[in-house]
């Protein structure tokens, strides 16, 4: 059973590689960095908010080209009115919540070789983010 695990993430890594190849060094996009070993479960993209890009017509293009988005988990979880519903203390500044939640998504990751639809989500991005 272990092995199966460890194939699957081999191949989720592969995918990494394919995505980091296409996203990397391109400045509007701001991209996961590992920290350690990976599973890859997911492709974070970061839309970089320097460069002015329209999230929402981001995301319409995804869906119209056919491709499932997720937000990233939940954004920041301070700005959803569940938060009213808890007793908290908010300590320093959250501004990378709030970069991600204005400005990030993210795509699945399988455990099979994805490299065209990697391409194709990485063409459809290009054609939203001029």
Request: aromatic content about 12%.
């Given at each position: 059973?272990?092995?199966?695990?460890?194939?699957?993430?081999?191949?989720?890594r592969?995918?990494?590689?394919?995505?980091?190849?296409?996203?990397?060094?391109?400045?509007r996009?701001?991209?996961?960095?590992?920290?350690?070993?990976?599973?890859?479960?997911?492709?974070?993209?970061?839309l970089?908010?320097?460069?002015?890009i329209?999230?929402?017509?981001?995301?319409?293009?995804?869906?119209?080209?056919?491709?499932?988005?997720?937000?990233?988990?939940g954004?920041?979880?301070?700005?959803?009115?569940?938060?009213?519903?808890?007793?908290?203390?908010?300590?320093?500044?959250?501004?990378?919540?709030d970069?991600?939640?204005?400005?990030?998504?993210f795509?699945?990751?399988?455990?099979?070789?994805?490299s065209?639809?990697?391409?194709y989500?990485?063409?459809?991005?290009?054609?939203?983010?001029?």
């Amino acid at each position: 059973q272990l092995e199966k695990v460890d194939e699957m993430i081999r191949i989720r890594r592969e995918n990494a590689e394919v995505f980091k190849k296409l996203f990397s060094g391109d400045d509007r996009f701001i991209i996961q960095r590992e920290t350690g070993n990976s599973s890859w479960f997911s492709f974070v993209v970061i839309l970089n908010p320097e460069k002015k890009i329209d999230r929402q017509r981001v995301l319409t293009g995804l869906k119209n080209a056919g491709i499932e988005f997720r937000i990233v988990t939940g954004g920041n979880f301070l700005r959803h009115d569940v938060i009213n519903f808890f007793d908290y203390e908010c300590v320093g500044n959250i501004k990378n919540a709030d970069l991600i939640h204005d400005n990030g998504f993210f795509v699945g990751n399988f455990p099979r070789d994805l490299s065209s639809e990697l391409n194709y989500f990485h063409k459809a991005l290009m054609r939203e983010v001029k």
